[in-house]
């Protein structure tokens, strides 16, 4: 689905040239600070985010609503706040 197609995110987190190591924790304080059922849009450039960010997602029960490979590096992920 192209990056206009979308869901509308309540916060928008852009992590460029952060390591996986770094944005899943990143990710887990910024949803924490958000009310149930809001959606985060994480925007990344690490290609390993591709495995560690749905893994994070089912581990952590907060549903991964969609992901949008731009390109060979970047990734736009939709998560739901539990």
Do not use: Y
């Not at 910024?30 to 560690?52: C, F, H, K, N, Y």
């Not at 581990?59 to 998560?79: C, K, M, S, W, Y």
């Amino acid at each position: 689905m192209p990056q206009d197609q979308l869901a509308k995110p309540d916060v928008v987190l852009d992590a460029p040239g952060l390591a996986c190591v770094t944005l899943t924790p990143l990710i887990k304080q910024q949803i924490s600070e958000m009310p149930s059922g809001s959606l985060l849009e994480v925007r990344t450039d690490d290609p390993s985010a591709r495995e560690g960010v749905p893994a994070w997602s089912r581990l952590t029960g907060n549903p991964l609503v969609q992901t949008v490979e731009e390109d060979a590096r970047h990734t736009t992920f939709l998560i739901r706040r539990k």
